[in-house]
């Protein structure tokens, strides 16, 4: 501890060495995982481009329940239509799928705003089920667009995956076959989706609409009172993580190359997994989906041949994190280290009332 | 004439749908609880009535007699145990516990019973029908319509009449100071999941008598009762009987159009209420 | 032993300290006043006693039971029952409900039943089918005070009873406190108003910052005296 003059200057800072370190550590990790094709196998960049897109979502997930309060169990419905609209467009209009992405994470964001309007109109759990019962909808209108493929779903068609932009040009770099080659192109699309997203996401908290958020999300009448617009910033953060969740939505579904609406709608892989992720890394923080993707892609690896048993023991470990852990494993962590790698609040340090020992 | 009786096919549908929502309206209304697992539940009363009915070669309105009592232990437990430690302030924690408590029990079912598709013994009452003036009602659905507005005087007056039901009210009030009552309002709590549950057995025996179910069906148990509870208005018992009735005929009118629309013609008259009367349409004064 | 004791009774809200070792003692039959300033911690010790703030166990004893870790509906059937401040009727019940929800869950043998309570508060007879949030401040205090008599307590503790009510209403529900003492029960009531609290008690307590001031009879203490356990000046 210094002893301060009144003449101490103040300085705001949201910065710590951790999270100086971390960005040092994160520019080298995605140096890494840029050229992880070079060196790595194929099932390894599946596995991959699985984490990157599920980090995604659980990502927007997060910042939709856990930074904006809106506790959504019908992301599924922007997966799908994001999925839906990709093929659309390759399909129906033949556009590229690559380009046609762009479009998924467009229509996801446009039939964000019927959505929204119909689930602000439910308060919290309401909500909830709310949004899912949208998603439902969305499901079953889409089983009724026979032109891709109605119940049964379709699949992209041959000509459009092997002409995909940028797979010749992999298939050659690497000598690798077609396939592989778009699997390498849609994992540096998801590892892109993901630092960006991670970045937006952080910019967005530490911007001072993002504070507003906090403040909205902690006590919405006393933000009111301060000026801040809870309904707006409520209909950003939606149509926010729908685009978000759209991109990687039709993302996912380049990789796939195959589309039903059970699966493209499916809430137990777009939302009940996402929810599991989040809660068990930590909700309400950045640093918290990562470590959770990471958790459960090893519990999958695991005990995924078990089955059911396999999701019996994910919903048992949600409720337990839950009770025992609201904070998740990251809250935990910070809890007992008092470490932020994506420091949030602002922090005020000299002048005379020195605050940083708290 | 044939509108006549889809139209009224549709109504006795809804009498269904209003038990599966009554326990849901219960518990809203005394906790402000919303149990994510509660079309979970109505399955797994299913089967337990199936296991008896298959074990002891019981009818299965004597095995949901039977059933009925383990289920108020499970609510109890369930409550006092586990949902009562996620209540307060947040919403995260309920919502998340009961979602992931409705994966789970999915999940079990599944591995105790298989996918298999399942449906409880009923003898002639399936097929039974009574004419009224040319309408032909079955005995079956006429029984489940009856049941759901036997549940909801049976609530009502339980709320309104009884000293538990005081309890209930005081104690959704505002806890600290039922305490000063000497009501605790965990116990309380507890008890309305207990009698929610009694609901659900009753639900489940009309479910498993009148169609086929697996584990995978809770969620859109949970979701029609969602509907119905939103359709008429938090908290109104007779509203969620209304809500029940709007999602059977729309999912029954909707089906006779055409039958891949029977399930979405119920969800888009759930929104279209939401749209014009987003407090459903009996709200209580006081929220 | 006395009926109602404290020894060093300390509570805390959070990290937030309100009370720092208070000793009261309230005998059988009699009724003592707790006055003092807003802050001084009264309430704290009103929700102590009652159960709603847990206490560590022996800091709080009911006819030589310990009760100080009991949560609130444990204390109550042992005799203790609480008018909380600002009255905290139940919006969803009428004056009646009200009143019977005092008595829940217990067949209670004592004086006091709706029959006596309606003798005590004759008007409250005539609303008794209204929501008890639909009355007038001083008739919601009645129901409040009549609700907690319901239990037939041996101990009954009044929170500002005359918080934001017109002086002649506050004269009505004083005029019930003797038949309250007649009917066997002992009172601890909270005052802000001094003079009342002078005139119903046997003993007065002064709080200030969490602590006892001053203890005795209304008539040894002096103005002056309690005007420096109340502001902490002395005169």
Redesign the interface.
């Known amino acids: 501890m210094h002893t301060h003059t009144p003449s101490t200057p103040y300085f705001v800072t949201t910065q710590t060495r951790a999270s100086q370190i971390t960005m040092m550590l994160a520019v080298a990790l995605i140096a890494v995982l840029i050229i992880l094709p070079f060196f790595a196998g194929r099932v390894l960049i599946q596995d991959m481009f699985f984490i990157l897109t599920m980090l995604v979502l659980a990502q927007f997930w997060n910042l939709l329940a856990g930074y904006g309060g809106m506790v959504s169990i019908g992301q599924q419905a922007f997966v799908g239509m994001g999925a839906y609209a990709m093929f659309g467009g390759v399909i129906l209009a033949g556009i590229d799928p690559i380009p046609a992405i762009l479009l998924g994470g467009l229509a996801s964001l446009i039939v964000a705003v019927p959505t929204a309007f119909f689930a602000f109109r439910l308060q919290g759990p309401y909500f909830a089920i709310g949004t899912w019962v949208i998603a439902e909808v969305m499901r079953l209108v889409m089983a009724q667009v026979k032109a891709l493929g109605g119940g049964t779903g379709t699949s992209l068609p041959r000509s459009a995956t092997r002409e995909m932009w940028a797979t010749e040009w992999i298939a050659e770099l690497f000598d690798v076959r077609n396939s592989a080659a778009r699997d390498i192109l849609t994992y540096w699309l998801a590892l892109a989706l993901a630092v960006a997203t991670i970045i937006a996401i952080y910019a967005l908290l530490r911007s001072k609409p993002g504070l507003a958020l906090s403040a909205v999300r902690d006590n919405p009448e006393a933000a009111k009172s301060v000026g801040v617009d809870a309904g707006r910033m409520k209909w950003f953060v939606f149509l926010t993580s729908a685009f978000g969740t759209g991109l990687a939505g039709a993302l996912i579904y380049v990789q796939k190359a195959r589309i039903s609406p059970d699966a493209a709608f499916s809430v137990t892989d777009w939302t009940a997994y996402v929810l599991f992720i989040v809660i068990i890394g930590g909700i309400g923080t950045i640093e918290g989906p990562i470590i959770g993707v990471i958790i459960f892609f090893l519990l999958q690896s695991l005990l995924a041949d078990y089955g059911s048993w396999y999701l019996f023991t994910l919903g048992i470990i949600g409720i337990v994190v839950m009770l025992f852990a609201p904070r998740g494993l990251w809250g935990l962590i910070t809890e007992k280290t008092g470490i932020q790698l994506f420091p949030i609040r602002r922090r005020l340090s000299g002048g005379p009332l020195d605050t940083s020992k708290y | 004439m044939i509108w006549v009786d889809t139209l009224t096919q549709g109504i006795l549908l809804g009498g269904l749908y209003a038990l599966f929502a009554a326990g849901l309206s219960l518990v809203f209304g005394i906790m402000r609880l919303v149990n994510l697992a509660h079309g979970d539940f109505i399955v797994m009363a299913a089967y337990l009535i199936l296991l008896l009915v298959t074990l002891l070669g019981l009818s299965p309105f004597l095995a949901a007699a039977i059933a009925a009592p383990l289920m108020y232990g499970v609510g109890w437990g369930l409550q006092k145990h586990l949902l009562n430690r996620t209540l307060g302030n947040d919403i995260l924690p309920p919502l998340l516990v009961t979602f992931g408590l409705s994966i789970a029990l999915q999940n079990a079912l599944l591995e105790a019973f298989s996918a298999d598709s399942q449906r409880l013994p009923t003898g002639a009452i399936s097929t039974a029908s009574i004419d009224m003036g040319g309408l032909t009602l079955g005995v079956l659905p006429l029984l489940t319509f009856g049941s759901a507005v036997a549940v909801i005087v049976g609530l009502n007056q339980l709320f309104y009449r009884t000293?538990l039901g005081?309890?209930f009210?005081?104690t959704?009030?505002?806890a600290?100071?039922?305490?000063?009552?000497?009501?605790?309002p965990s116990n309380i709590f507890a008890k309305a999941t207990a009698i929610a549950m009694l609901v659900v057995t009753l639900a489940a025996l009309y479910l498993g008598m009148r169609s086929n179910f697996d584990p995978s069906i809770g969620p859109a148990r949970l979701i029609y009762a969602f509907q119905a509870v939103i359709i008429g208005g938090l908290g109104s018992l007779w509203g969620t009987l209304v809500g029940g009735i709007i999602i059977g005929l729309a999912q029954t009118v909707g089906a006779a159009i055409n039958p891949e629309w029977q399930i979405l013609a119920g969800h888009v008259a759930f929104l279209i209420v939401l749209m014009l009367r987003p407090r459903g349409l009996f709200p209580r004064a006081?929220d | 032993m006395s009926l109602l004791n404290t020894q060093r009774l300390t509570a805390h809200y959070g990290d937030f300290q309100a009370l720092f070792g208070v000793d009261i003692a309230l005998n059988q039959g009699e009724t003592i006043a707790i006055i003092g300033a807003n802050g001084a911690g009264k309430t704290t010790l009103m929700r102590s006693l009652?159960?709603?703030l847990k206490n560590d166990p022996d800091m709080i004893t009911l006819e030589g039971r310990r009760i100080g870790g009991m949560?609130?509906?444990e204390v109550?059937?042992l005799g203790l029952?609480?008018v909380?401040e600002g009255r905290?009727l139940?919006?969803?019940?009428s004056v009646e409900?009200n009143l019977?929800?005092?008595a829940?869950?217990?067949k209670v043998e004592g004086y006091w039943s709706l029959a006596t309570i309606y003798d005590l508060f004759p008007i409250l007879a005539e609303r008794r089918n209204n929501p008890g949030t639909a009355l007038s401040g001083g008739q919601q205090q009645m129901v409040a005070i009549g609700?907690?008599l319901m239990?037939n307590p041996k101990v009954l503790l009044c929170d500002e009873i005359s918080l934001g009510l017109a002086p002649v209403v506050i004269k009505d529900i004083y005029a019930a406190v003797p038949k309250i003492q007649e009917s066997g029960a002992s009172l601890i009531v909270v005052e802000q108003d001094i003079g009342q609290a002078m005139k119903v008690a046997d003993r007065v307590y002064c709080m200030m910052e969490g602590q006892v001031t001053l203890e005795g009879t209304p008539d040894n203490l002096s103005r002056d005296d309690i005007h420096a356990a109340y502001f902490g000046v002395s005169a």
């Open positions: 000293e005081r309890a009210r005081a959704s009030d505002d600290t100071t039922a305490s000063l009552m000497g009501i605790r006081v | 009652s159960g709603v949560s609130a509906d109550l059937p029952a609480m909380p905290c139940f919006p969803s019940l409900e019977l929800i005092g829940y869950g217990r609700r907690a239990s």
